[in-house]
C-alpha cells in the first residue's frame, strides 16, 4: 500500500508467492518471525531499516527450518539430494554449474555418507561471505612463494588480516574440497578457486567446438579466455575490496 511500512501479511504474502510450488514449507509462525513482527494485536510493523535487517537473516532461518523439516527422525543429518534442494533453493544463484553439480559430494568429508547441521550451515557461511573468501584466496596467493596456498595458508591469513577469526577449519575445508574437485591435500594457485567464487564460472571443454580439426583451438582458447577474464576482474575486485577493507601492514 506503500505507506513505507512492512506487515506480517504483507511479508507472508510478498514471500509465499515468490517461491516455486515444490519449495520446502516455511513456519511464520516461528519464534524468529515473531521476533521481528511480533503477534500481539498484530500491530507490529517494520520500517526499512527493520525490515532489510530481517531480510539478512531470513535464509538463516529458511536453512535451519528447512533441515529440520528434513531430517524426518531428528538425527541431526540429512542425505546428500537433500542437501543438495537446500542449497538450490537458498543460494543456487550465487554457485555455478560445476559446484551445483558436485554439492552431494559434501558427504565424504565425514564418515557416515551423510551430511550433518553443522556442515550445512558452514556451507552456508562460506557462500554469504563469498567476498571475504574471494579477497583473502587473492591477496594469500599473491604474497605466497610459489602462488599457491593450502588449508592452513588460508586460516593463517584470515585470522592475521582482521580482528576476529573469519572462518573455522570445517569451513576451510569446504572451501578447498569444492575448489580442488574432491582431492585432498592440495596446494592451490588462484585459478584454481574460480569454479567457486564466479557463479559464471564454466569449464572450457564446454564451449569447445564439436569439430574434431578445431576443438584443440577452441578448447585452447576458452581455457585462456576464461583464465584471463577471472584474473582481470580479479584485478578489479582486489583494488575494490583494498579499499573498502584496507590492512594494516
Not at 501479511?9 to 508467492?17: H, L, Q
Not at 542437501?83 to 560445476?98: D, P, V
Not at 557463479?199 to 574434431?212: I, L, S
Amino acid at each position: 500500500d506503500h505507506d513505507g511500512y512492512i506487515t506480517f501479511d504483507e511479508f507472508k504474502n510478498v514471500f509465499t508467492a515468490n517461491v516455486g510450488p515444490d519449495a520446502i514449507p516455511f513456519d511464520f509462525d516461528c519464534d524468529w518471525v515473531k521476533l521481528y513482527l511480533g503477534k500481539k494485536n498484530g500491530t507490529h510493523v517494520l520500517g526499512y531499516n527493520e525490515f532489510t535487517q530481517l531480510m539478512k537473516g531470513l535464509q538463516g532461518e529458511r536453512l535451519r527450518q528447512a533441515f529440520k523439516y528434513l531430517d524426518a527422525d531428528q538425527d541431526g543429518f540429512i542425505r546428500p539430494d537433500q542437501f543438495k534442494h537446500i542449497i538450490l533453493e537458498i543460494a543456487g544463484h550465487k554457485l555455478s554449474q560445476s559446484v551445483i553439480e558436485r554439492l552431494p559430494t559434501l558427504c565424504t568429508l565425514t564418515p557416515g555418507q551423510r551430511i550433518s547441521y553443522s556442515e550445512v550451515v558452514a556451507f552456508h557461511n562460506v557462500v554469504r561471505q563469498m567476498d571475504m573468501v574471494e579477497r583473502i584466496i587473492r591477496e594469500a596467493t599473491a604474497k605466497s612463494k610459489d602462488g599457491r596456498i593450502d588449508q592452513s595458508d588460508f586460516l593463517n591469513y584470515a585470522s592475521s588480516s582482521s580482528r576476529y577469526s573469519l572462518f573455522t577449519p570445517m569451513e576451510a575445508s569446504i572451501i578447498f574440497h569444492f575448489a580442488s574437485r574432491g582431492v585432498t591435500n592440495q596446494r592451490l594457485a588462484l585459478i584454481d578457486f574460480a569454479q567457486l567464487l564466479d557463479p559464471r564460472w564454466r569449464a572450457p571443454y564446454e564451449d569447445a567446438e564439436p569439430q574434431g580439426a578445431k576443438a584443440p583451438k577452441s578448447l585452447l582458447s576458452s581455457a585462456f579466455h576464461s583464465t584471463y577474464n577471472f584474473v582481470l576482474g580479479g584485478i578489479a575486485g582486489a583494488f575494490g575490496a583494498t579499499i573498502v577493507y584496507p590492512i594494516d601492514m
